[in-house]
């Protein structure tokens, strides 16, 4: 295990959400924002965890104003609290990407994780088994949700 910890978009929505394993995710971040371990949220997953919050938090599945404004609270206050959101080599996610059948935003997230040595934290969607990088994975939970 790294000294880092990139998060998936599945980690941080079970964390706001308390989902199954969100114990696990909470310690880590905990972690981050005590300042004993660096924290990282690829763009791309910030992006995503900001349209599913408008979403869970809106009506009928669709994002509102005020939806919006919460999903753009809670990416700050992860934020403030030191979790940094950062750029992942386009170039390396798109070649994750390519490999399999990753998620665009969990490629990047791959990439994160190795240009940073960071020990990505993820779920437990089949999608990272058989990686085209070698990094440290650490898994929140055993079973989808």
């Given at each position: 295990m790294s000294d880092e910890y990139v998060f998936d978009t599945e980690a941080i929505i079970a964390y706001l959400y308390k989902e199954?394993?969100?114990e696990v995710v909470a310690d880590l971040l905990d972690e981050v924002f005590s300042g004993e371990t660096d924290g990282f949220l690829t763009e791309t997953n910030a992006c995503e965890v900001f349209y599913l919050?408008?979403?869970f938090e809106g009506v009928d599945d669709a994002p509102t104003d005020v939806s919006l404004r919460?999903?753009?609270?809670?990416i700050r206050a992860l934020e403030r609290q030191g979790l940094e959101l950062e750029s992942a080599n386009w170039r390396l996610a798109a070649?994750?990407?390519a490999d399999g059948s990753i998620s665009l935003a969990d490629a990047y997230?791959?990439?994160?994780?190795?240009?940073?040595?960071a020990t990505?934290?993820?779920?437990?969607?089949?999608?990272?088994?058989?990686?085209s990088l070698d990094i440290d994975l650490r898994r929140f939970r055993e079973d989808c949700v």
């Open positions: 199954p394993g969100h919050v408008g979403r919460e999903a753009d609270r809670d070649e994750v990407k997230a791959v990439a994160l994780a190795y240009e940073r040595e990505l934290v993820a779920g437990a969607d089949d999608d990272f088994d058989d990686l």
